[in-house]
């Protein structure tokens, strides 16, 4: 018999489904797809040796532009391996505060690949419901780190300062509103049949074949295993933490859609409860009694230092949260971890020292030889950090488990028998983030 002709097409770098950093080559039969090749390395970055090149805390910005949609769990991650190797436990509360920062992450991740998948499956309204959530999210991690999409909000031994002053009450309103336009947004796609028609069926991945790829994460759950790095291999105050692990039963593209759904309400009952249940930090002292760094810096010159203990220092917002009122709560007491508090850099010439030492090369953070491989449960799976130190002020080796890999290298398998018409949705599922999977 003879094969009817193929030809090839390339779908990507340029696709605007591809964003430009994916290239997919298809071998077409009509518009079916016989076979695929999918090619990486479009966003390539050196993640590992920018890590290996920088102190311990130089090396966390990097971390930021891996998966740039849930930086803060990348963050929590790379501390997490380094603070094992250190052999140091974090406070209580900056454990907590780390929980809090990675589920609403999780959620903004979450939100972006429904919405996204949505648009480019035409569905425009979700897509602008869901980016609203997002924008909320945006807000609360503005406040928290100063920054919206690159956070670097922990540190070797905690994390960068405490929550802004009414930051709980905020961050419960947008939980409210988040729950409401995901609802909306459910109503309009789960029994719409010109989506059920496009993801139903579509993109199928057997039990078996994700687990033989190393696949994770909601990918993995839509196959009906409920393995969840939280759950299986629990960090920080997980296992104190009541919530569900979200499974299908399918493996396609319906169900890693309901999975991601069911995990955005599963993230945000987890961030109440942190809320309720997080131990009180130290108290502030009265506003009255807080001066700017300029004035700090003006009164060690003048040798007025008498005054100086009792006032606290008023930062930028990058740095709030920072002073001696909260360091307890959110940073180690180790001197040769923990960078002084700010009113210390300010105030007094051994502070200052303290501060320099921590930050300069070959002098600050020094970690004792070893190596350990930590991993924390990403928006698309297990991200590991397999880290090596050799005792000296940076990591002599550094290695990243991105989960995208595992589902990229099985995105031919998706794909092949499909329609072309197929592969936006399925790809869109994937939620492939190049700065992970390219590192």
């Known amino acids: 018999m003879t094969r009817k002709k193929t030809y090839f097409l390339n779908m990507g770098p340029a696709h605007p489904a591809m964003h430009g950093v994916i290239r997919l080559i ?7 797809i016989v076979k695929c090749e999918a090619e990486i390395g479009y966003l390539h970055r050196a993640f590992e040796k920018h890590a290996e090149t920088e102190t311990w805390n130089n090396a966390i910005p990097y971390t930021d532009r891996l998966n740039y ?8 991650g790379f501390c997490g391996a380094v603070e094992r190797i250190a052999g140091v436990t974090i406070p209580e509360r900056a454990q907590y505060l780390r929980v809090i920062a ?9 939100l972006t690949c429904i919405g996204a998948n949505a648009m480019e499956l035409g569905a425009f309204t979700v897509f602008l419901y869901l980016m609203e959530g997002r924008e909320y999210l945006y807000q609360l991690i503005d406040e928290l780190c100063g920054a919206r999409v690159t956070t670097d909000y922990t540190r070797i031994g905690g994390v960068k300062g405490d929550l802004p002053e009414g930051f709980a009450q905020r961050c419960l309103g947008a939980s409210s509103k988040i729950r409401r336009l995901v609802a909306d947004s459910e109503a309009l796609l789960t029994k719409n049949r010109l989506f059920l028609d496009r ?9 078996a074949d994700a687990l033989a790829y190393g696949i994770t994460g909601p990918f993995l759950r839509s196959t009906g295993v409920a393995y969840d790095v939280r759950r299986a291999h629990p960090y920080l105050v997980y296992d104190r933490l009541d919530f569900e692990v979200p499974v299908g039963s399918r493996g396609d593209n319906l169900d890693r ?3 991601r759904l069911a995990e955005i309400g599963q993230s945000l009952r987890i961030v109440e409860q942190c809320l309720r249940r997080m131990p009180e930090g130290p108290v502030a002292l009265s506003p ?4 700017d760094a300029f004035a700090f810096q003006d009164m060690g010159k003048a040798g ?20 001696r009122d909260r360091a307890a709560g959110v940073m180690t007491a180790d001197p040769a971890l923990a960078m002084p508090p700010k009113e210390q850099t300010y105030g007094n010439i051994e502070g200052l020292m303290n501060q320099f030492e921590t930050v300069m090369w070959s002098w600050g953070v020094r970690v004792p030889a070893g190596e350990v491989y930590h991993a924390v449960e990403g928006g698309n799976g297990e991200l590991g950090f397999h880290v090596v130190s050799d005792g000296s002020d940076r990591a ?3 290695r990243c488990r991105p989960p995208c890999l595992f589902i990229m290298a099985a995105l031919p398998k998706l794909l092949e028998g499909a329609y072309v018409a197929d592969v936006v949705a399925t790809f869109g599922s994937v939620n492939m983030i190049a700065g992970e999977l390219d590192r």
């Open 304 to 323: 007025s230092t008498a005054l100086l203990p009792r006032c606290l220092a008023r930062t930028c917002r990058t740095l709030e949260g920072s002073g």
């Open 69 to 76: 949609v849930s930086p803060l769990i990348n963050n929590s």
């Open 199 to 207: 993801v139903e069926g579509v993109g199928i991945i057997s039990q």
């Open 288 to 291: 009255w009694e807080m001066k």
């Open 396 to 398: 002599y080796r550094v």
């Open 102 to 110: 990675s589920e609403l992450s999780r959620v903004a991740d979450h």
């Open 257 to 259: 859609y309901l999975c």
């Open 26 to 32: 298809l071998e077409l039969e009509g518009e079916l």
